[in-house]
C-alpha cells in the first residue's frame, strides 16, 4: 500500500502498510469509491495528522473519533476543519472553555488547527476516513488497529506526552497508555450533547501547558 507518509512517522509505522488488516483496508476504501461513495478527507489529507507533527516533535494528543463527514469539513486533523467551513458545535465548545481559561483568548472565524499542529499536537482520529453524511461508516475496518499502533509507539518510544482524552470512547484508549511515562487529562466530551457533564470548566488546555512547563517543554500558544 503506497503511502505518502511523514519520514519519522513511516520508519515507526512502515511494517502496519503490510500487514494483512491493512490490505483489507485499502480493499474496503476501493470498494467504497468503486460503489460511487464520496470518502472524506481526500486521499491527500488522509495522513495529516502525522504530516503536520513529526513523531519526535508530538508533545500532546488530542484523541477524536472519526473526520466530519460533511462537504468541505475533515482534512485530517481531528475537531479541526478546513477555512471557509462552518465552525462545528464541538469545536465551538472547545473554543469556549478556552476563554475560560485564557482570558485574553479570542474565538476565531474558523476552525482550522493546523496552529496547534506545528506546536507538537498530534491530532489523531481514530479512524481516518469516513463516507460522505455518514458517521461511523468506516469503524471497525482496520483504522482503529492503526491507529492503536500509534499511540502504543508514542507510549513505549516518548516520555512526558499529554493525552487528552475526552469522552467514553477516547478514554478506552487509556490502557494503551503508560501512566508512569506519560500523563492523562480526561473530561467528558466537547459535544452539547455532553459538554455540560463535564467539559466545561474541566481546563484541559492550562492543564496541559502547567504539566509542559514541568517537564521543561515550551507551552502551546492555543490562539488559532
Do not use: C
Request: hydrophobic content about 40%.
Amino acid at each position: 500500500m503506497a503511502v505518502d507518509l511523514e519520514p519519522s512517522w513511516f520508519k515507526i509505522l512502515e511494517s502496519e502498510f503490510d500487514k494483512p488488516y491493512m490490505k483489507a483496508l485499502k480493499d474496503f476504501l476501493q470498494q467504497e469509491k468503486q460503489a460511487g461513495f464520496t470518502i472524506y478527507p481526500k486521499g491527500s489529507d488522509i495522513f495529516n495528522a502525522f504530516n503536520y507533527t513529526p513523531f519526535e516533535k508530538v508533545k500532546v494528543v488530542i484523541l477524536g473519533q472519526d473526520p466530519y463527514h460533511g462537504v468541505g469539513q475533515a482534512h485530517g486533523l481531528s475537531f479541526s476543519v478546513q477555512k471557509g467551513v462552518a465552525i462545528p458545535p464541538s469545536l465551538k465548545n472547545i473554543y469556549k472553555e478556552l476563554a475560560n481559561e485564557f482570558p485574553d483568548f479570542k474565538a476565531p472565524n474558523h476552525g482550522e488547527l493546523t496552529a496547534w499542529a506545528n506546536q507538537g499536537v498530534l491530532l489523531l482520529n481514530a479512524t481516518l476516513t469516513v463516507r460522505a453524511r455518514t458517521a461511523g461508516s468506516h469503524q471497525k475496518r482496520g483504522w482503529e488497529q492503526f491507529t492503536d499502533k500509534v499511540i502504543t509507539e508514542l507510549s513505549e518510544k516518548r516520555t512526558g506526552l499529554v493525552f487528552i482524552l475526552w469522552g467514553n470512547y477516547a478514554k478506552q484508549k487509556m490502557a494503551l497508555i503508560d501512566q508512569n511515562k506519560h500523563f492523562i487529562i480526561s473530561a467528558a466530551h466537547p459535544s452539547p450533547f455532553s459538554a455540560y457533564n463535564g467539559f466545561f470548566g474541566s481546563k484541559p488546555f492550562s492543564k496541559t501547558n502547567e504539566i509542559l512547563k514541568k517537564e521543561g517543554k515550551v507551552e502551546i500558544n492555543w490562539q488559532v
